[in-house]
């Protein structure tokens, strides 16, 4: 039997990602345990969600600190008194400090609503329409210090409908985001995936720079 891996999730929001990974590690076989959920926010809906499946809760205020580099230092030894295998951002509405993703390199995921390299940061699924794409999705990658920028684990594929609002297809990609996101943190959390020097490996091998393709 394979050691328990122990994660910390950072969330600032509703947590819908959160709430896929609790059920998801609540399958009676699943490897990896959330030992503790940690808001910058603390009216982030993750945190009940958190409470009300009996994990541990933590809410770091970012506006109590000088600066980002203060804060993160914080944040860090309040991750380390959960001593997690992984770190898993999941709507964590704060740029990292390049000290803060160093500390948990290999060991950091996040879950971008885009197909990485296209549209980091804000508002894509308005620029995947406005660019008339005709495929559009998520990104599960490990974390580097360039904004979503990292080695590219998985991600979910979906066509562009005709009719697509940026909110129906924000629907669509979020349904994706909940399956892709649980299975990357499995196959981490049975040392599957890990990350080498030249990208994100997946047993042992190399992973294609678009990472494990899933079309739907």
């Not at 590690?25 to 030992?35: E, F, K, L």
């Not at 060991?107 to 329409?129: D, E, V």
């Not at 590219?152 to 909940?178: F, G, M, N, T």
Request: glycine residues 8%; proline residues 4%.
């Amino acid at each position: 039997m394979s050691q328990t891996c122990d994660v910390v999730v950072l969330l600032s929001g509703s947590g819908s990602n959160l709430q896929a990974l609790i059920d998801s590690t609540r399958t009676g076989d699943s490897p990896a345990r959330i030992a503790a959920v940690i808001s910058n926010r603390a009216d982030a809906y993750g945190l009940q969600r958190a409470s009300d499946a009996g994990i541990d809760t933590r809410c770091l205020d970012h506006k109590a600190f000088e600066g980002r580099e203060a804060f993160d230092a914080a944040l860090i030894e309040l991750i380390d008194a959960f001593n997690p295998k992984l770190v898993v951002l999941a709507g964590f509405m704060r740029i990292l400090s390049a000290g803060f993703v160093r500390h948990y390199q290999g060991r950091l995921l996040n879950i971008h609503p885009s197909l990485l390299p296209k549209y980091k940061g804000l508002h894509t699924h308005q620029r995947a329409l406005e660019a008339g794409d005709t495929e559009h999705g998520c990104s599960v990658h490990f974390v580097t210090e360039e904004l979503d920028g990292g080695p590219l684990v998985v991600q979910a594929v979906i066509p562009v409908e005709l009719q697509d609002s940026p909110q129906s297809l924000a629907q669509r990609v979020h349904s994706q985001e909940h399956l892709i996101y649980p299975m990357a943190v499995r196959w981490f959390a049975e040392g599957r995936l890990s990350l080498g020097e030249q990208g994100a490996l997946l047993d042992g091998k190399l992973l294609a720079a678009s990472g494990h393709l899933i079309r739907t």
